[in-house]
């Protein structure tokens, strides 16, 4: 077995899945987050089917002119500092904005945006923002109001290994159509399955819409797994074994190509689902051995698509720029269907903001261990964040807010230098 899969394979043995009896399981009552027992039913608000819903309106919130013109005097301010500033393509002196930056501008966006913060933790685990004025802003206004309404949210995190803490999901032209699997997806036009991102929370900003395609669908997972629960019990301890999933050649410093971590978690009272499709097949077909695909781990993935896919389950819906999409990672998944650029020399690309941010103590849900491998550093309590004399909770120094999409891979391994590995 090659070395990277051992240690991988140890991890996953040492971690197994919690024991399975099936009787047991069906006799299992129904439990809210905080107390959820292995293979029971989630409960709550977080567990909804989109026919649950009457229409957009019970989950939209519309910004207001008054919203609008407390965030452009808030971003109006921050300018104003001159610690803000265009270096190159990069927003310098970005992560020295902080939410108190703000505060005495936002007198009624404030609360709703904490409200909406409290719905994606406690709540149904999404919301969805109309319409930011991103047509009249620069591009420096545009990341500095999205900073601004981040913070109000969490702490921003680094998205890659350019260190990006605001990142650009867009056709960059690395590999359009994603030829090669160890191409990180967002920056292509290709679909993206159904998958949750690294992080607590995700927040994307729409600038610009596709000519065609591009749509954006979400789905509770606790609702899909409640459902898998009652027509395939059997796939539930599958889903919580061992998965492995392939890092796409971004291996910082001591790390393995490869790690472990399972679909479906249960940690001290919490339900946590973690899919990150097309990540297990690069694995299976890198590494074979404990990482292949066994015929079981592909019926439950195909059963876990099968039921996100079923109408009435999903919302699905397409942004329009300014829309602002917000989920809960550990409760919700989300997917985008391939998308085609207008043609032309000056033809406009389908473009988003992407946040991923840390929700930091006494709010942050408790994580398994493996987690760490996912966000490549310490997923405990405190996420990896340090506290300042301020009070203020941040990640070290050094990260990048780039002004236009650029290349967040360092290396991009081509997909016929890698034989399978036994």
């Known amino acids: 077995m090659p070395a990277p899969l051992a240690a991988a394979a140890a991890a996953a ?24 027992e292995p293979y029971a039913p989630v409960v709550g608000r977080q567990a909804w089917l989109a026919s649950d819903f009457s229409g957009p309106e019970d989950w939209t919130i519309q910004l207001s002119p008054q919203h609008i013109a407390e965030l452009e005097a ?7 500092t001159g610690r803000v500033r265009a270096d190159g393509n990069n927003l310098e002196g970005l992560s020295s904005v902080t939410e108190a930056d703000a505060a005495a501008h936002l007198p009624t966006l404030a609360p709703l945006l904490r409200a909406a913060r409290a719905e994606v933790l406690s709540g149904r685990g999404f919301a969805l923002l109309r319409r930011l004025p991103v047509e009249r802003w620069s591009r420096e206004q545009a990341l500095v109001a999205y900073w601004i309404l981040g913070h109000h949210w969490g702490v921003p995190m680094e998205q890659n290994e350019r260190r990006h803490v605001i990142g650009h999901v867009k056709d960059v032209g690395v590999d359009p159509y994603l030829s090669n699997p160890n191409t990180r997806i967002y920056m292509t036009r290709a679909a993206q399955p159904w998958h949750v991102d690294s992080s607590d929370l995700v ?23 409640n459902t898998i629960r009652e027509e395939a019990p059997e796939l539930l ?5 061992p998965w492995f999933l392939d890092r796409k050649g971004e291996v910082g410093p001591g790390e393995a190509p490869v790690f472990h971590m399972p679909i479906l978690m249960y940690h001290q009272g919490h339900a946590l689902v973690a899919l990150h499709d097309s990540y297990y097949q690069l694995a299976s077909d890198k590494w074979g051995g404990p990482a292949e695909l066994s015929p079981l781990q592909l019926r439950a993935l195909e059963k876990f698509r099968e039921v996100a896919d079923r109408p009435g389950v999903a919302i699905r819906t397409r942004l329009a720029p300014g829309d602002v999409q917000l989920l809960n990672n550990h409760t919700q998944i989300h997917m985008r269907s391939a998308y085609r650029d207008w043609e032309g020399e000056d033809g406009a690309q389908r473009h988003l903001l992407r946040l991923w941010l840390a929700v930091p103590p006494p709010d942050a849900v408790p994580l398994p261990d493996c987690f760490k491998h996912l966000w490549k550093r310490f997923a405990g309590p405190h996420r990896g964040l340090t506290r300042g004399a301020n009070g203020r909770w941040a990640f070290p120094e050094g990260q990048r ?13 081509e997909a016929a230098s890698l034989p399978r590995a036994r």
Do not use: T, Y
């Open 401 to 413: 807010a780039p002004l236009e999409a650029e290349v967040g891979q360092a290396h991009i391994p």
């Open 74 to 80: 808030a971003i109006a301010a921050v300018l104003a």
């Open 237 to 241: 301890p599958v889903l919580a074994g």
């Open 203 to 225: 927040a994307l900003l729409c600038l610009a819409e596709a000519k065609e395609g591009g749509n954006s669908g979400w789905a509770s997972s606790m609702a899909i797994i």
């Open 13 to 36: 043995a040492a971690a197994p899945a919690p024991a399975f009896d099936a009787a047991a399981v069906r006799a299992l009552a129904p439990r809210e987050q905080g107390a959820v």
